[in-house]
């Protein structure tokens, strides 16, 4: 399958995350692409391809403008006020405070955009997003006229971000981009599945209320886990969206036979939905050796998540999540696209 793949990645290179009352080197770091690069080459699992052009345009069909007109100048505007340091939010909304008016000081615009504590933005933030968003799109193209399979090798992540929110490490959400992408080209039905070990949160909200997009994700119970307030099994969508979000939360400690179990769930919902096409957001913290995540999958299992993608029998999008065992992450998610391909 081929592969999109910027290296303008490399220019969201953050210092540090706010963590157990810490703050430590960020876990999304550039290292993390050049792990699932370097085994794409080893394992020759396709052709790279770079985006076919830098365009936000299609980021907006997901986004807000003001929201990414934000993006792409927080950063001058907190150098000016704070100086050249990673920007991070200090303050957020308590209920009952007002969303209504967009602070003007960057420190109020920060926490009026974002939901945590551990997604700085940095001056190259913007051009790293866009080039993973536009990494996607391409990806998105090429399954739109025909290849079976196609893989953006893209960080920063997106599916934590929303119409006009930032977080969990993402700012662009790439895989509800390269959906929309889809849908834009003349597909009526596109799935979303997210086998991140967090819940997409941003990508629920981007298509809660839409009957034309079936988002289905297996993921850490947020009762437990990150993002905490997004994920529970009685969110099912909005609106004409009612019934086209299906979440599956699963306890820390899942291993591979509640995972699969999961996952075969997740599979003949998105068969019953009939898309045109399958975007699969994928994450590899899955995995029992990553640092921040508490589900326990081998090195054995990914290739048996990509068999069961495979199986759903659709043209296939891959847009690269989580993951931050780094040493593992490129054996990981190859693993998964290896089985995918048989
Ligand atoms: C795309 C993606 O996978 N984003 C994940 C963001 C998770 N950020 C919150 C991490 C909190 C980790 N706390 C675990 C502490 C282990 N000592
Ligand atoms: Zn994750």
Redesign the pocket.
């Known amino acids: 399958m081929i592969i999109l793949y910027s290296d303008d990645h490399r220019q969201q290179a953050g210092r540090a995350?706010l963590?157990?009352g810490r703050l430590v080197p960020c876990?999304?770091r550039p290292e993390r692409a050049e792990m699932v690069l370097a085994r794409a080459r080893q394992m020759a699992l396709g052709p790279l391809r770079p985006p076919s052009l830098l365009d936000e345009a299609p980021i907006l069909r997901v986004h807000d403008k003001a929201y990414v007109e934000f993006l792409k100048t927080a950063w001058d505007q907190w150098v000016v006020e704070h100086g050249d340091w990673d920007a991070l939010p200090l303050n957020w909304l308590a209920p009952n405070m007002h969303r209504r008016v967009v602070p003007e000081s960057i420190d109020g615009k920060l926490g009026y955009y974002s939901f945590?504590a551990?997604?700085p933005i940095t001056e190259g933030t913007w051009r790293a997003a866009l080039a993973a968003a536009s990494c996607a799109v391409t990806a998105a193209d090429l399954v739109s006229s025909g290849d079976r399979a196609s893989f953006a090798l893209v960080r920063p992540?997106?599916?934590?971000a929303g119409q006009a929110f930032y977080?969990?490490?993402?700012f662009v959400n790439n895989a509800a981009v390269a959906a929309q992408r889809m849908l834009d080209g003349g597909a009526e039905r596109i799935a979303i599945l997210d086998v991140?070990?967090?819940h997409g949160n941003g990508t629920q909200e981007i298509f809660w209320e839409r009957d034309d997009v079936l988002f289905v994700c297996v993921h850490a119970d947020p009762r437990q886990e990150?993002?905490y307030y997004s994920g529970h099994a009685d969110e099912r969508g909005g609106g004409r969206g009612e019934g086209f979000t299906l979440n599956l939360p699963l306890p820390w400690g899942t291993d591979w036979p509640a995972y699969a179990e999961a996952l075969s769930i997740a599979a003949s919902r998105i068969q019953e939905f009939t898309p045109d096409a399958l975007v699969v957001s994928l994450?590899a913290?899955t995995y029992e050796g990553d640092?921040?995540?508490r589900f326990r999958l081998t090195m054995e299992d990914f290739p048996r998540i990509g068999a069961m993608i495979e199986r759903i029998g659709l043209p296939t999008c891959f847009v690269m999540?989580?993951?931050?065992a780094v040493d593992a992450l490129g054996v990981n998610i190859v693993n998964v696209l290896t089985g995918f391909e048989g």
């Open positions: 995350e963590n157990d876990h999304e945590d551990g997604t992540p997106g599916h934590h977080g969990g490490y993402c991140d070990y967090h990150f993002p994450g913290d640092p921040i995540s999540e989580g993951g931050y």
